[in-house]
């Protein structure tokens, strides 16, 4: 019974871990595809970059904030440092509590940054070329961490200090619902943002950007923006990614998994709408979660290999996406603001 309830957990907190970086990951790429209109091919860029930069950043600042003397190298000998670490972080939960919002913080302000040099050279050209420039950065991070060994130690990787260690057993517990409601704030201002005046011209830009323009609205100034904050939530996300996983190796972040799956979750709940990416997220999550933990249970079952199980499902649901629902499950619904509401009902009401 015991170790029934322990796979349960695991699932559970396995579920919820990978569900909440996706559901920022896809929420991202909405605000940048589905409100601005840019082609965000490049979405592992921000994720990957702020991961390696946070997980050599968290371990080097850790060791100045609790003032810890060593000889270690924090990056090639992280064992040894953490080992340092994760003990006072785990006697102090307001002090790993503390450490933990820097991190994100930081996070966000590396995938920001990130983001705004990854569509600085080619921010005024034409969205097709815009697209083609973020494809080609998509790879650069992940050739960085590999080829500069002073940032993450290239192939072994770097640990990062356990910022949830005062929890004891529950530490993943506590780690994954802190996931959750990060991603649903992240989630709630998202809905926010495509109802202010900002997501609005985001919109508009989408729709006809010579009419945007014509408005004078600055095409460059939005699509900025849009890059700023989505990229800011994905660095979120990776450094989420990389305290989860309790390290940080190059071979975590691929563009498979962090470009082409979100395009996929929002695709098949509907462009424009967060709605629509919070149900794409849900299946493609859930189908993954699935069929890792279940799949050899089809051994036998299936006239092919199970490894290849989801690669066959995922090429399955694309197709039948592209052809029979290409809108997506949920489309996206004109949003009218209340105060229009109000008088287009009352101009009706007073013509007649």
């Given at each position: 019974?015991?170790?029934?309830l322990?796979?349960?957990i695991?699932f559970?907190?396995?579920?919820?871990?990978?569900y909440?970086?996706?559901?920022?990951?896809?929420?991202?790429?909405?605000?940048?595809?589905?409100?601005?209109?840019?082609?965000?091919f490049?979405?592992?860029?921000?994720?990957?970059?702020?991961?390696y930069?946070?997980?050599n950043?968290?371990?080097?600042?850790?060791?100045?904030?609790?003032?810890?003397?060593?000889?270690?190298?924090?990056?090639?000998?992280s064992?040894?440092?953490?080992?340092?670490?994760?003990?006072i972080l785990?006697?102090?939960?307001?002090?790993?509590?503390?450490?933990?919002?820097?991190?994100?913080?930081?996070?966000?302000?590396?995938?920001?940054?990130?983001?705004?040099?990854?569509?600085?050279?080619?921010?005024?050209?034409?969205?097709?070329y815009?697209?083609?420039t973020l494809l080609?950065?998509?790879?650069?991070?992940?050739?960085?961490?590999?080829a500069?060994?002073?940032?993450?130690?290239?192939?072994?990787g770097v640990?990062?200090?356990?910022?949830?260690?005062?929890?004891?057993?529950?530490?993943?517990v506590?780690m994954?619902?802190?996931?959750?409601i990060?991603?649903?704030i992240?989630?709630?201002?998202?809905?926010?943002?495509?109802?202010?005046?900002?997501g609005?011209?985001?919109?508009?830009?989408?729709d006809?950007?010579?009419?945007?323009?014509?408005?004078?609205?600055?095409?460059?100034?939005?699509?900025?923006?849009?890059?700023?904050?989505?990229?800011?939530?994905?660095?979120?996300a990776?450094v989420?990614?990389?305290?989860?996983?309790?390290?940080?190796?190059?071979?975590?972040?691929?563009?498979?998994?962090?470009?082409?799956?979100?395009?996929?979750?929002i695709?098949l709940g509907?462009?424009?709408?967060?709605?629509?990416?919070?149900?794409?997220?849900?299946v493609?999550?859930a189908?993954?979660?699935?069929?890792?933990?279940?799949k050899?249970?089809?051994?036998?079952?299936?006239?092919?290999?199970?490894?290849w199980?989801?690669q066959?499902?995922?090429?399955?649901?694309?197709?039948?996406?592209?052809?029979?629902?290409?809108?997506?499950?949920?489309?996206?619904?004109?949003?009218?603001?209340?105060?229009?509401r109000?008088?287009v009902?009352s101009?009706?009401?007073?013509?007649?």
């Open positions: 019974m015991e170790q029934i322990e796979n349960i695991m559970v907190t396995s579920f919820i871990a990978v909440s970086v996706y559901l920022i990951a896809s929420v991202s790429l909405n605000i940048q595809r589905g409100y601005a209109g840019i082609p965000q490049g979405l592992v860029f921000p994720i990957a970059g702020a991961a930069i946070m997980g950043l968290s371990i080097n600042l850790a060791v100045r904030i609790l003032g810890i003397k060593t000889e270690l190298d924090p990056i090639y000998e064992s040894g440092v953490i080992a340092l670490i994760n003990p785990s006697s102090n939960p307001l002090l790993s509590i503390a450490f933990f919002i820097l991190c994100l913080i930081i996070g966000a302000i590396v995938g920001a940054i990130l983001g705004l040099i990854q569509v600085g050279p080619a921010i005024r050209l034409r969205i097709d815009l697209g083609l080609a950065f998509g790879e650069i991070a992940n050739v960085i961490a590999r500069y060994r002073p940032l993450i130690g290239g192939e072994y640990q990062v200090p356990s910022v949830f260690g005062w929890a004891g057993k529950n530490t993943i506590a994954t619902a802190a996931m959750l990060i991603a649903l992240i989630y709630a201002y998202a809905e926010y943002l495509g109802r202010t005046p900002m609005r011209t985001m919109k508009a830009i989408r006809n950007e010579v009419a945007a323009a014509a408005l004078g609205k600055s095409l460059v100034k939005y699509r900025a923006i849009a890059i700023v904050i989505g990229s800011a939530f994905c660095g979120i990776g989420l990614w990389a305290f989860f996983n309790g390290s940080v190796m190059p071979g975590q972040f691929v563009r498979f998994n962090w470009t082409f799956l979100p395009w996929l979750m695709l509907g462009i424009g709408n967060n709605r629509g990416a919070l149900v794409g997220t849900t493609f999550v189908l993954d979660r699935f069929i890792t933990y279940y050899h249970e089809f051994v036998g079952l299936l006239p092919f290999d199970v490894i199980l989801y066959i499902l995922l090429g399955a649901i694309t197709a039948f996406i592209l052809i029979y629902r290409p809108q997506g499950v949920l489309p996206e619904r004109p949003y009218i603001p209340k105060d229009v109000e008088r009902k101009s009706i009401a007073s013509s007649s």
